[in-house]
């Protein structure tokens, strides 16, 4: 387990910012935390980072304690803010060569390996250039270099792509994904997570300083209680699909494409009952070539927990 955690709570006097959170991850996998702002993920993500101290509760990182043994911790993660802290009067390359100083690493060793994290965050070409001058993209992808200077095992990212263009949000999905091909356990949290479901591995919806869910994206999306999307395409006679699917008490709220031979419309009916449905519209000689139900992505899981939606 490389990232283990147990119980872990946070009280600031009557206030709970964190709230009993349990939570175990394997090495090598992408976890993507989502919530309301002040839901608990910064909170989480600093307790991580040995940047704050629990109320209660332990987490562990590749077997260390972030409550006994802060230290041993802080070499196995890397971690970026929600806001950057950049020296603007160094250039790049200083910028990386003082941390990576910071971290212990010889002479030798940071010459041979800055170039190699420039280069990974694409921004060889603004090696010599002073930090103040450089994007807010450009600044968000050094302080991932930053954090990668002494190679760990787990990367702590609160909102990396956060005020970034859409060309610079490609970018660091981009990098994020290499940095998944190469084994890091990555923790993201992002307000826009559909960009990086592709790359999520796994997802936790945090709400009240409460995990209220917790797995990959189909689980997360079937836990999410209301109506589902259905899409039916007919071969023809859509007026008379119309009629039969209307008669159902599952269904409301259709729609009616005639150019697509097409009918939307909500269900409320379980899977089981999803099937069946299908199977007695054919046994009605209603002449369906397609059933497919519109899936949510992690757009629609946050705004439905941002909403208040229930979930089990």
């Given at each position: 387990m490389m990232v283990d955690i147990q119980g872990l709570t946070k009280k600031y006097g009557s206030f709970t910012a964190l709230d009993n959170l349990t939570l175990s991850l394997d090495e090598g996998v992408v976890f993507g935390f989502v919530g309301a702002n002040g839901?608990?993920?910064?909170?989480?993500?600093?307790?991580?980072?040995?940047?704050?101290?629990?109320?209660?509760?332990?987490?562990?990182?590749n077997g260390k304690s972030v409550v006994r043994e802060p230290k041993e911790v802080r070499k196995q993660i890397g971690y970026m803010p929600d806001f950057f802290g950049v020296y603007d009067q160094l250039k790049a390359d200083e910028y990386l060569d003082f941390y990576g100083a910071s971290y212990g690493l010889s002479h030798a060793e940071r010459k041979v390996l800055i170039p190699q994290l420039l280069e990974l965050v694409n921004?060889?070409?603004?090696?010599?250039?002073?930090?103040?001058?450089?994007?807010?993209?450009?600044?968000?992808?050094?302080?991932?270099?930053?954090?990668?200077?002494?190679?760990?095992?787990?990367?702590?990212l609160d909102e990396p792509a956060s005020g970034?263009?859409?060309?610079?949000?490609?970018?660091?999905?981009?990098?994020?994904?290499?940095?998944?091909?190469?084994?890091?356990?990555?923790?993201?949290?992002?307000h826009i997570l559909p960009e990086l479901a592709e790359m999520c591995d796994e997802i936790g919806v945090i709400d009240n300083g409460k995990l209220i869910a917790h797995g990959n994206v189909h689980e997360i999306q079937g836990q999410l209680q209301g109506d589902k999307r259905i899409i039916v395409k007919v071969v023809n006679q859509i007026d008379r699909a119309r009629a039969?699917?209307?008669e159902n008490p599952l269904?409301?709220?259709?729609?009616?494409?005639?150019?697509?031979?097409?009918?939307?419309?909500?269900?409320?009916?379980?899977?089981?009952?999803?099937?069946q449905l299908l199977k007695n519209a054919l046994l009605a000689d209603i002449p369906i070539f397609a059933l497919t139900e519109e899936e949510k992505d992690l757009e629609d899981v946050f705004m439905a927990i941002t909403k208040g939606a229930d979930i089990e």
């Open positions: 839901a608990g993920k910064s909170t989480t993500f600093s307790i991580l980072a040995t940047l704050l101290s629990p109320t209660s509760g332990d987490a562990f990182i921004l060889t070409h603004k090696r010599y250039e002073y930090v103040d001058l450089l994007s807010r993209g450009m600044k968000q992808r050094l302080c991932l270099a930053r954090s990668l200077i002494h190679d760990p095992k787990v990367l702590i970034l263009d859409p060309r610079a949000r490609v970018e660091m999905r981009d990098i994020l994904k290499h940095l998944k091909s190469l084994g890091k356990t990555i923790l993201i949290s992002s039969y699917f209307e269904i409301s709220s259709i729609e009616l494409n005639e150019e697509r031979n097409e009918l939307t419309f909500n269900y409320r009916g379980k899977m089981e009952e999803q099937v």
